[in-house]
Structures are given as structure tokens and as C-alpha cells.
């Protein structure tokens, strides 16, 4: 796949994830192992909700955390795409999203437990 479709995917499935409950304000990113160089990566700048971004909305960035190409800032927990890219070569994308009933759930106390017929493959 050439970098152009790989950012375009990238961004549309951001846009995606937004529109389907994902959209926390600017917070949730989506990245891609970049074409161009194993150690880099796509990913969708600061300041953007999911549901806005497009391709020249995103950044590349390499191992070192720096931005290599693209107008907008890196987002702040950048670093969590990096080191699973870094640790897993296998890895070509990384999601990271605030879904609310899942942030909602992790401020309690509560032990996450298989309670439908789904779930029951994880139990
Ligand atoms: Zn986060």
C-alpha cells in the first residue's frame, strides 16, 4: 500500500470512530506504521476531534518522538503509539479511544465480569 491510501484509510477510519461514539472532544487518536520508514508513523494531530480529522491533518512522527512531517502538534499521549510500535514489529496500527461507558466503568471499584453471550469468549 503507497502512504497516500494508507493516510487516507487512516484518516477515514478516524473519522469512523468518531461518528460511532469515539469522540471526545479533541482526546482518542488512531496511528499507522508509516510506508516509509518502519520506525515512523502516521497519526492524527492535536487539537482535532476523531470525526474531523483528514489526511493532512496527520502527522508523522518517529522513534525518537519527533514530528517529521505535518502542520499540526503531536498529541500528548503519543508516546503510547511509539512504544507498542517499538516492542511490536508485528503491529501496524494502534486505537486509542475514550469510549464513555468504558471510561465510566474504569472510576469504579467494580470487577469487570462477562455478563452476556459475547462476553462469555473472554470468561
Ligand atoms: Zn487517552
Redesign the pocket.
Known amino acids: 500500500m503507497e502512504s497516500k491510501k494508507l493516510k487516507e484509510t487512516l484518516a477515514l477510519a478516524c473519522r469512523i470512530l468518531g461518528n460511532n461514539g469515539h469522540d471526545d472532544l479533541n482526546?482518542?487518536?488512531l496511528s499507522a506504521r508509516a510506508i516509509e520508514s518502519q520506525e515512523s508513523i502516521y497519526m492524527k494531530g492535536r487539537r482535532l476531534c476523531l470525526s474531523e480529522a483528514c489526511t493532512e491533518d496527520l502527522v508523522t512522527i518517529d522513534f525518537n518522538y519527533k514530528k517529521v512531517v505535518g502542520q499540526r502538534d503531536t498529541h500528548s499521549?503519543m508516546p503510547?503509539h511509539i512504544e507498542i510500535y517499538k516492542k511490536r514489529p508485528d503491529v501496524n496500527c494502534v486505537v486509542?479511544?475514550?469510549p464513555i461507558y468504558a471510561t465510566a466503568f474504569s472510576a469504579t471499584k467494580q470487577k469487570l465480569r462477562p455478563i452476556n453471550n459475547i462476553a462469555t469468549y473472554f470468561s
Request: hydrophobic share 25%; no cysteine; aromatic share 0%.
Open positions: 482526546l482518542g487518536h499521549e503510547i486509542h479511544t475514550h
